[in-house]
T-cell receptor, first 114, second 113 residues
Framework: AQSVTQLDSQVPVFEEAPVELRCNYSSSVSVYLFWYVQYPNQGLQLLLKYLSGSTLVKGINGFEAEFNKSQTSFHLRKPSVHISDTAEYFCAVTYNTNAGKSTFGDGTTLTVKP | DGGITQSPKYLFRKEGQNVTLSCEQNLNHDAMYWYRQDPGQGLRLIYYSQIVNDFQKGDIAEGYSVSREKKESFPLTVTSAQKNPTAFYLC????????????FGEGSRLTVL
């Protein structure tokens, strides 16, 4: 079965420190990859996406992610976090055999402390 | 502004009552989706529609129903057959049928008393 694993359920960091949120998926077939952010009691907002081309993808709010096909990973990084980055982050994968339906990870709660 | 509007944002119902959650989009997207979100879990797909007058079951369709009579609208009914309906419900749309890139509404929180 196709699956997405976010390796950390909670990540606490101090303000201005770097952060990496890890995401692995189950298959090496052709995929589209996404990271979304969710603030409390709100919907999800797209942070960045990999559809094709360069494996290093830059998104909003200073986030970036790298697609690694051999390791089936799509880790999210930010060199210096702010208090306002505190939120839940979801990795999602669309397998090209799945008619546009995304599979989501369980989410990682990022807490930025002053 | 273009976007997805879900209503109501908060809804309380008694057990055994059907409830309908509204989802409207003005993005001119063909595909629309309903997801359920429970604490500590990712999003689970309830139903999706890739074109007007057509929809398919997702992973957890039991106890739910939908319609897609207009491109802009994709209402979700939570029926009394749904055993555990208390949850946060998210509607989304997609500009393509293939990549799965999603635009989300603000969500509707349903509490069954």
């Amino acid at each position: 079965a196709q699956s997405v694993t976010q390796l950390d359920s909670q990540v606490p960091v101090f303000e201005e420190a770097p952060v990496e949120l890890r995401c692995n998926y189950s298959s090496s077939v052709s995929v589209y990859l996404f990271w979304y952010v969710q603030y409390p009691n709100q919907g999800l907002q797209l942070l960045l996406k990999y559809l094709s081309g360069s494996t290093l993808v830059k998104g909003i709010n200073g986030f970036e992610a790298e697609f690694n096909k051999s390791q089936t990973s799509f880790h999210l990084r930010k060199p210096s976090v702010h208090i306002s980055d505190t939120a839940e982050y979801f990795c999602a994968v669309t397998y090209n055999t799945n008619a546009g339906k995304s599979t989501f990870g369980d989410g990682t709660t990022l807490t930025v402390k002053p | 502004d273009g976007g997805i509007t879900q209503s109501p944002k908060y809804l309380f119902r008694k057990e055994g009552q059907n409830v309908t959650l509204s989802c409207e989009q003005n993005l001119n997207h063909d595909a629309m989706y309903w997801y359920r979100q429970d604490p500590g879990q990712g999003l689970r797909l309830i139903y999706y529609s890739q074109i007007v007058n057509d929809f398919q079951k997702g992973d957890i369709a039991e106890g739910y129903s939908v319609s897609r009579e207009k491109k802009e609208s994709f209402p979700l009914t939570v029926t009394s057959a749904q055993k555990n309906p208390t949850a946060f419900y998210l509607c989304a749309s997609s500009p393509t049928r293939n990549t799965g890139e999603l635009f989300f509404g603000e969500g509707s929180r349903l509490t069954v008393l």
